[in-house]
T-cell receptor, first 113, second 112 residues
């Protein structure tokens, strides 16, 4: 069974703080993704990575950065958190291409005050 | 870029009736169309997918149809049950970019 875990289920941060969200998968998947989920907007892709140290911008990368130093780990970084980044953040992984099942983590609900 | 429109945003049906959710996409080169189900408080999970070499795929009470000419695809759930209540997301592969673009989601409620 594929297992995708995220470092926190809930986080409360102050405006301007640096925030790290971490995702780990245990199935040797090449592709990893970070989405944010907001009501009525679906799942919007922030960044994705198809290999170690590789990253690609998704549809809403502004205000975010990512790091993939190891194949199993993909981190999302909010350099200076803002209130409009309050959201549910979901990590996912897939074996290789975008034509394969994406396995999601449980999500991190981030509140920025 | 790729855009996926999903309708309706909410859908309420009586238990035992059928439910249909529709999606349209913009990139004519897309070849892979999955559907994900997200139950309340849980993570999205793939329930069915279809590739462009077929027009329909069925798995028990769930079916998906694809019309490549019109660039739309639909999810059909028959004999709905309370456990079908969830948010459903359609998606389309963005050709060459190794990513999916998701629709806005449909909240399906099955009334007993």
């Amino acid at each position: 069974d594929v297992k995708v875990t995220q470092s926190s289920r809930y986080l409360v941060k102050r405006t301007g703080e640096k925030v790290f969200l971490e995702c780990v998968q245990d199935m040797d998947h090449e592709n990893m993704f970070w989405y944010r989920q907001d009501p009525g907007l679906g799942l919007r892709l922030i960044y994705f990575s198809y290999d170690v140290k590789m990253k690609e911008k998704g549809d809403i990368p502004e205000g975010y950065s990512v790091s993939r130093e190891k194949k199993e780990r993909f981190s999302l970084i909010l350099e200076s958190a803002s209130t409009n980044q309050t959201s549910m953040y979901l990590c996912a992984s897939s074996l290789t291409s975008g034509r394969e099942t994406q396995y999601f983590g449980p999500g991190t609900r981030l509140l920025v005050l | 870029g790729e855009n996926v429109e999903q309708h309706p945003s909410t859908l309420s049906v009586q238990e035992g009736d059928s439910a249909v959710i529709k999606c349209t996409y913009s990139d004519s080169a897309s070849n892979y169309f999955p559907w994900y189900k997200q139950e309340l408080g849980k993570r999205p999970q793939l329930i069915i997918d279809i590739r462009s070499n077929v027009g329909e795929k069925k798995d028990q009470r769930i079916a998906v149809t694809l019309n490549k000419t019109a660039k739309h695809f639909s999810l059909h759930i028959t004999e709905t049950q309370p456990e079908d209540s969830a948010v459903y997301f359609c998606a389309a592969e963005y050709q060459g970019a190794q990513k999916l673009v998701f629709g806005q989601g449909t909240r399906l409620t099955i009334n007993p």
